[in-house]
């Protein structure tokens, strides 16, 4: 208190360090447990009901795979039924919300909702935004809205002063079309903001007209106090029917948001989905056929109605352990 003015609240000290004298008898130490964030898995299912007339319509797809063309019937309804839940997977994922917290975030006992058929509580946990909530989370400060190359450097150093390391890191932006369009120009400019010279070689030709020559690169990552950030579209983020919000440019707030995820090494990711299983059963992803009278012919009929169902089911959930190595920044409206 001597080096500053005087202060009105209640003063407070923070011991550095230990100094013990010769022949000391023993040390004194106080132990701390790091916060615990507490995920939960998510049960997601999809099931598909084809009917004797319609088990005759079919599709047949093909795949290119390593080893060449490989393809298959499939029953136009599961390769629906399989789109959507791939889809609400993906969904999931990002932007689920936990049934075990309160408005507060505090955690239940209890799940908010029960299964009106069972009456089986429907337990659900977070995902990736939700866990980053409340956390590195800005707006940006262009223009438009959209993040610049100051609030990416901002953010990417805030980052790594939560990191378990100094240099060499590796972070994603995972953002929209617009978003990745946004940092294709904020690449652009600081490369001529740090007199970067690209030469690209042209083949002199003698076709009319003179040499055809493409003009523009795509930038892929972007270097800061020596650390990496790479940019990734993910499609997603441009669905305009499940994101409706749009800024002062008409363009969507969501399709322009940079979520700067910390992968974390090979021996310890940061970031990772785990699923539910024990003593050989994984609920990583479970499908099968339960065959009816008109099903298939080659298998046991286990029941007597006219048709043949196929049952999807998944339970896992996605898991950020170090949520302040992650952070966001959103397009301001």
């Not at 615990?36 to 797809?61: D, E, M, Y």
């Not at 006992?109 to 069972?118: A, F, G, N, V």
């Not at 009278?293 to 286990?302: C, Q, R, S, V």
Request: hydrophobic share 30%; with cysteine.
């Amino acid at each position: 208190t001597t080096h500053v003015a005087g202060q009105g609240s209640t003063r407070t000290c923070f011991g550095g360090y230990t100094s013990y004298g010769e022949g000391s008898l023993r040390g004194y130490g106080n132990s701390f447990f790091p916060d615990t964030f507490i995920q939960h898995t998510t049960i997601q299912r999809k099931a598909a009901k084809i009917t004797g007339t319609a088990a005759s319509n079919v599709l047949w797809l093909e795949y290119d795979g390593p080893k060449g063309k490989f393809g298959g019937w499939m029953y136009e309804q599961i390769r629906q039924g399989k789109a959507q839940l791939s889809a609400e997977n993906e969904f999931n994922k990002w932007f689920g919300l936990s049934t075990m917290k309160d408005d507060n975030g505090r955690l239940l006992s209890k799940s908010r909702l029960q299964d009106y058929e069972t009456g089986y509580d429907i337990v659900a946990g977070d995902g990736v935004i939700p866990q980053l909530a409340g956390g590195n989370e800005t707006a940006g400060s262009g223009t438009n809205g959209e993040p610049t190359s100051d609030d990416i450097t901002d953010m990417m150093t805030q980052l790594e002063k939560k990191s378990n390391g100094v240099n060499d890191l590796t972070w994603i932006i995972v953002t929209g079309t617009d978003g990745y369009a946004n940092l294709q120009i904020q690449m652009q400019n600081l490369a001529g903001n740090q007199n970067i010279v690209i030469h690209q070689n042209v083949t002199q030709s003698d076709k009319v007209g003179g040499a055809e020559v493409g003009v523009g690169f795509h930038y892929t990552r972007f270097n800061v106090n020596g650390n990496t950030v790479w940019g990734i579209k993910h499609p997603m983020f441009d669905d305009e029917s499940r994101f409706t919000e749009r800024g002062n440019d008409g363009k969507l707030l969501q399709s322009g948001m940079m979520v700067f995820m910390n992968m974390g090494a090979a021996a310890a990711r940061n970031i990772e989905i785990l699923a539910k299983g024990a003593n050989g059963i994984s609920r990583a992803e479970v499908s099968g056929y339960i065959n009816g009278l008109t099903g298939d012919p080659t298998k046991t009929i286990m029941s007597s109605e006219d048709d043949v169902k196929y049952e999807l089911l998944r339970e896992d959930m996605i898991v950020v352990y170090n949520t302040q190595s992650c952070g966001v920044i959103r397009k301001s409206a």
